[in-house]
Each structure stands twice: as C-alpha cells, then as structure tokens.
C-alpha cells in the first residue's frame, strides 16, 4: 500500500506555514484557477468568495476550524503528529482502507442511495476484491478466536 492510498487530503499543517507563491505567472494562474474551483466546494459561500477577491491566505488555525485539516501541531512535532496517524491507520486492513476511500471517493456528489447502489452493482473493484478477499475472512475469525487479526492485504 504507497502513502498516497491512504492520505486523501492534507491532515497537519503548522500553526503558521511559508507564504509560498509561484514566481512564474503562468503557475500563478494555475493555483488562482484551481482554489477557486476548490473553495467553494469546502467552504461558506462568503468565505470562499472572500478569499478568492482578496487573496486572503488562512492560517493553521482557521482551517482546522472550517475542517479544511484535521490536525494543527507545532513544526517540532508535526512528524511525530503524522507518524501516529499514520500507524493508526496502518493497524487496519489494507483492503478495507483502500475500498473505505474508493466508496468515499464514489459517493462525492452522489446521495447515499445512489452511493449504495453505485457500490453494490460492481462499479469500485476493490471494495468487490475487498469482500472475496482472506483479510474479510480474517477479521471475524480473529474476532472470534479472541486475538488481534493478521491483515495480509489478500
């Protein structure tokens, strides 16, 4: 499993990040053109337009209170911040981790029903691969033998 399976968006930023900005104009537009297609897709309407008119920029903190990051740690402690999520998320079968990210993925504009329903006729591989597979066999018996399971990722 590669980090990019399971980090879908970013989850640390420092209290206060590099003022970064593309010296070349053409990267300029670029970024200018894809957050604001991005903002108001997670933010308030007014913020979102507020940011775009302005240029304003958000710090650590104020994201976190939109939910735009789950986590805001010094810059000391931000490897150790991701290093144990991470080993949170590692201790959970590989499978189920990509197919609970492919669903999430799939119902991204979609309602719960068509999510479902998108899920059941077949449309996301690996939740079908994740089902057939031993760590779904795995779980229930390591559950049931009262130990922990040994995902394998099969």
Known sequence: ???????????????????????????LKNLLIAEQERLPKRLPRAIAYEMALTGRRMGAAEAAGWGLVNHVVPA?????????????????????????????????GRSVAETYAFMRAGHIPVYNQMLRSKDAEEGPRAFGEKRSPVWRGE
Request: glycine letters at 4%; a negative charge; aromatic letters at 2%.
């Open 1 to 27: 499993m590669s980090a990019e399976d399971l980090l879908p968006e970013p989850v640390s930023r420092q209290p206060h990040p590099p003022q970064a900005v593309p010296r070349d104009f053409e990267g």
């Open 76 to 108: 000391s402690g931000l490897m150790a911040a991701a290093r144990e999520l991470a080993a949170q998320i590692a201790a959970h079968a590989p499978l189920a981790l990509r197919a609970a990210k492919a669903v999430m993925q799939a119902g991204e």
